[in-house]
T-cell receptor, first 114, second 113 residues
Framework: GAGVSQTPSNKVTEKGKYVELRCDPI?????LYWYRQSLGQGPEFLIY????????DSGLPNDRFFAVRPEGSVSTLKIQRTERGDSAVYLC????????????FGEGSRLTVL | GDSVTQMEGPVTLSEEAFLTINCTYT??????LFWYVQYPGEGLQLLLK?????DKGSNKGFEATYRKETTSFHLEKGSVQVSDSAVYFC????????????FGKGTKLTVNP
């Protein structure tokens, strides 16, 4: 498809489990972002990639969160030892130019930790 | 730090009413400013932007003017439609080595026929 694709759209897991969320950006977009949106809040920045490298990971809340983008396209957000507080919608976005602020968002992956 | 504050919702209007959603930003430099919109069941999408003081962004009948004197970027539309029902987010680009968007909490708009 032409837009940013995120899978799964919904994930329910138990506390302590490991979770992977995938993002397939728009073809040709070199910048890729992960945000987290809790109920009633705006998106909060987690990490962004310029190509394969994480240019800024200052928003990752702790070392249970990790993200990769090995070939400069698809990215995976990995959460270890999930906690109930990790429940949120995880948004991925991509951009042609990382300086413009013009992001194209996917529909998000809703994570529920029981 | 860099932040934006937007009016709390929800906002409920009748069709053809005038809309204003207030947004202010912290005055660290002159960041680019944005309004994003999230329609039900869809991802966030850029509605409009302004990159410098006194710029006016516009799209789909919506407008917002970058006012450095009041550090504001209020969203307006003269006549809303039912299809404008959505959540609107004000955002700014951070500055100083790591450009990323900082969002407000969002304002839910419902337009009734």
């Amino acid at each position: 498809g032409a837009g940013v694709s995120q899978t799964p759209s919904n994930k329910v897991t138990e506390k302590g489990k490991y979770v992977e969320l995938r993002c397939d950006p728009i073809s040709g977009h070199t910048a890729l972002y992960w945000y987290r949106q809790s109920l009633g809040q705006g998106p909060e920045f987690l990490i962004y990639f310029q190509g394969t490298g994480a240019a800024d990971d200052s928003g990752l809340p702790n070392d249970r969160f990790f993200a990769v983008r090995p070939e400069g396209s698809v990215s995976t957000l990995k959460i270890q030892r999930t906690e109930r507080g990790d429940s949120a919608v995880y948004l991925c976005a991509s951009s042609l130019n990382w300086l413009t602020g013009e992001l194209f968002f996917g529909e998000g992956s809703r994570l529920t930790v029981l | 730090g860099d932040s934006v504050t937007q009016m709390e919702g929800p906002v409920t209007l009748s069709e053809e009413a005038f809309l204003t959603i207030n947004c202010t930003y912290t005055a660290t430099g002159y960041p680019s400013l944005f309004w994003y919109v999230q329609y039900p069941g869809e991802g966030l999408q850029l509605l409009l932007k302004a990159t410098k003081a006194d710029d006016k962004g516009s799209n789909k009948g919506f407008e917002a003017t970058y006012r450095k004197e009041t550090t504001s970027f209020h969203l307006e539309k003269g006549s809303v439609q039912v299809s404008d029902s959505a959540v609107y987010f004000c955002a700014r680009l951070t500055q100083g080595g790591s450009e990323k968007l900082v969002f407000g909490k969002g304002t839910k708009l419902t337009v009734n026929p």
